[in-house]
C-alpha cells in the first residue's frame, strides 16, 4: 500500500506513528518554500506540521522545485511523507513515526512558473522558506521577466514585485523571509541581492520602498542532521512495521533546532514557533550560529575527504573508529573550539562540543560522508577559512589537524575521470578494489585541470595562492602550505588513516 490522501484511513493506528487528521489537508497555504530538500522536509516543514496537529499555526506549505529532479513522489503521495526521527535523548532512545500533511502542492519553476506567481495573490501566504544550498544566494545578472527567472533570488524578486502588483503596494501584503541556507547572515545577504536585482531591473521606487519597508528578510541558522530516505534494508523493514510503503521516507536525529533573528512581530506570523521551544526567536542568533558552522559544519567539513578516502562511508563508522576517534575529538576541542572567530564561553564550547559528538555517533543515523562534501569548496572557503586565519592569529602556527583536513580536501578534489560535466575520483575499496566516486562541487573543473597538469606539489601551491576560491593567499600562513603538502604526500604514499594515526602519535597541539 502506497502511503496517500486516499490510503491514510487504510493504516493501522500503532505506538509510535502519528497519522495526521484529514481535516489537516483542509488548511489553507500559508508558506512559499523554495526547495523539496530533506533538510527542509525533516526542521520547518516538522515544525510546521506539528504545530497545524496542536491547531496553532494552520496553514500548508506551496513548495517551489526549481532543479531538475523528480517530483512525482510527491504527486503519488499527495506531498505526505514520512519522518522518522531516531536518537537518544537524555539517555533514552526515541523511535518516532511522524506523516506529515504540512505540504499541500509542489511547483516546478521551469514549467509552472505562472501557478507560483499566483500564490503571490493568496493574502493568506505571508511567509518564504528557503534552501537552496550555499551557492544559491548569490547576485548574477537576471531578468525578473523571465519565465522562469534564472536564480533563486531572481525568482524571489519576481514573485514579491507580482505580490506588490496584486495588493498595490500594502503595508498588509508585507511577507516574512526566511533562508535557511548556511551562510553568515543569510537573511542580510539575501535581502541586499534581492534590492540590487530590483535597480538592476529599473523597477519603481514606490516597490523598492514597500520592499524595505513592508519584507522582513530574518537571518535564520538551521540545526539537524537529517540524512534522507534510510537505506534499502532500514526502508524495508520500517515499511513493513508501517503497513505502507513511502518514497519520500526521511530519517532525522532527534535533536532540532532553528534559530531566527526576530522580534515579537515576526513571532506573530510565525506562530509555529509556540510548537516546539526548539524554534529560537530571538535578536541575535550569533551563538548558535558560531557554535553549529564551526564546531558541527567545520568539523564535518574538514573531516569529510578524510573519513570517505580512509575507507568510511557514515560518520559513524569513522567517529567511532580507534584512531579517527582521536583526531575527530582533538580537531573539535583543540583546533576548531579555540578559534571560532567570536567571544564564546569555553564551557558552552565543550559542552556543544561533546553533544556534537554524540549525534555524530547516533546509531539510528546512516549520515553519509559523500553527501557532505556536496559543494565542498565553497563549505571549506565558508566553514573553515576563517577558523584557520582565526588559529593564525591566536597562536602563530599551523595547525596540524586543520592542515590534514584541508590536505584530504585536495586529495578527494583530485578527479581522473570526467564525463561530459560530471567529474569522478578514485579510493581505495574493500579488498584494495579502487572505486569510484563523484564530485559534486562547481569548481570540479578548476580541479580537474589543476590535478592533470601539475604534480602534487604545485597543486597545493596553486590552489592555496587561488584569493578567488579562499578570500585569501593561504600560501602567505606561515608552514601552512607545508604542513599541507607534506600530509597530502603521505596520504597519498601511505593511506589516509596511516597518515591521521601518525599526526596523533606526534601529538602536536594538545
Known amino acids: ?44 516543514d516538522y515544525f510546521i506540521d506539528k504545530a497545524n496537529r496542536q491547531g496553532i ?18 504527486e503519488k503521495q499527495d506531498s505526505l511523507y514520512t519522518i522518522c526521527v531516531r536518537g537518544i535523548e537524555n539517555g533514552t532512545t526515541v523511535e518516532e513515526n511522524t506523516i506529515n500533511a504540512s505540504i499541500s502542492r509542489v511547483l516546478s519553476a521551469k514549467t509552472e512558473w505562472k501557478r507560483i506567481l499566483e500564490c503571490a495573490h ?4 505571508k511567509i518564504v522558506i528557503s534552501n537552496t544550498t550555499e551557492v544559491g544566494i548569490q547576485l548574477v545578472q537576471d531578468d525578473i521577466t523571465n519565465d522562469p ?47 540590487e536585482l530590483a535597480h538592476r531591473n529599473s523597477l519603481d521606487y514606490t516597490f523598492i520602498e514597500w520592499l524595505e519597508n513592508h519584507i522582513i528578510f530574518c537571518n535564520s ?17 520500517i515499511e513493513a512495521s508501517l503497513g505502507y510503503q513511502d518514497a519520500l521516507m526521511t ?36 551563538l548558535f550560529k558560531e557554535l553549529k558552522l564551526r564546531l558541527l559544519n567545520g568539523t564535518h567539513s574538514f573531516n569529510c575527504g578524510l573519513a570517505y578516502l580512509a575507507g568510511f562511508n557514515i560518520t559513524r563508522q569513522a567517529v567511532t573508529d580507534k584512531i579517527f576517534s582521536i583526531f575527530a575529538i582533538r580537531l573539535m576541542h583543540a583546533e576548531i573550539a579555540c578559534s571560532i572567530p567570536v567571544e564564546i564561553d569555553e564551557k558552552i564550547k565543550e559542552e556543544y562540543a561533546n553533544r556534537v559528538f554524540e549525534r555524530f555517533c547516533n546509531p539510528f543515523i546512516d549520515h553519509q560522508w559523500l553527501s557532505i562534501t556536496v559543494q565542498y569548496t565553497s563549505k571549506m572557503k565558508m566553514r573553515n577559512i576563517p577558523l584557520l586565519l582565526q588559529y ?30 560530471q567529474f569522478y575520483g578514485e579510493r581505495n575499496g574493500p579488498g584494495n578494489h579502487r572505486e569510484e566516486y563523484e564530485i559534486k562541487d562547481e569548481s570540479a573543473d578548476y580541479f580537474y585541470t589543476v590535478w592533470n597538469t601539475h604534480s602534487a606539489h604545485k597543486v597545493v601551491e596553486e590552489v592555496m595562492q587561488n584569493e578567488e576560491l579562499w578570500g585569501a593567499d593561504l600560501t602567505k600562513l606561515p608552514g601552512f602550505a607545508e604542513l599541507v603538502l607534506e600530509q597530502l604526500q603521505d596520504m597519498i604514499s601511505n593511506g589516509v588513516l596511516q597518515t591521521i594515526s601518525q599526526i596523533e602519535a606526534k601529538k602536536a597541539t594538545v
Do not use: C
Open 221 to 237: 541558522l538551521v540545526d539537524r542532521i537529517v540524512p534522507g530516505k534510510p537505506n534499502a534494508a532500514d526502508t524495508k523493514k
Open 392 to 421: 593564525y592569529k591566536i597562536n602563530h602556527l599551523p595547525p596540524m589537524r586543520m592542515a590534514a583536513g584541508f590536505a584530504g580536501f585536495l586529495l578527494f578534489m583530485k578527479a581522473t575521470k570526467k564525463e561530459g560535466n
Open 251 to 286: 530519517m532525522s536525529e532527534v535533536f532540532r533546532l532553528w534559530a531566527i533573528e526576530g522580534d515579537e512581530k515576526i513571532k506573530t506570523v510565525l506562530s509555529f514557533s509556540k510548537a516546539d521551544e526548539s524554534v529560537v526567536i530571538t535578536p541575535d542568533i550569533t
Open 149 to 195: 527567472p534564472v536564480s533563486f533570488p531572481g525568482k524571489l524578486l519576481a514573485f514579491l514585485f507580482e505580490r506588490f502588483k496584486a495588493f498595490n503596494g500594502s503595508a498588509q501584503s508585507g511577507m516574512v523571509i526566511l533562508p535557511t541556507e548556511l551562510i553568515t547572515d543569510n537573511g542580510s545577504k539575501l535581502e541586499s541581492i534581492v534590492l
Open 1 to 44: 500500500m502506497q502511503l496517500s490522501k486516499n490510503t491514510i484511513q487504510l493504516i493501522k493506528a500503532q505506538p509510535g506513528l502519528t497519522i495526521p487528521d484529514l481535516k489537516l489537508f483542509e488548511l489553507p497555504e500559508k508558506v512559499l518554500q523554495f526547495g523539496t530538500g530533506v533538510l527542509l522536509r525533516g526542521l520547518p
Open 57 to 74: 499555526f494552520n496553514g500548508r506549505i506551496v513548495v517551489v522545485k526549481s532543479t531538475e529532479s523528480d517530483s512525482s513522489a510527491f
Open 122 to 125: 493568496n493574502p493568506e501566504i
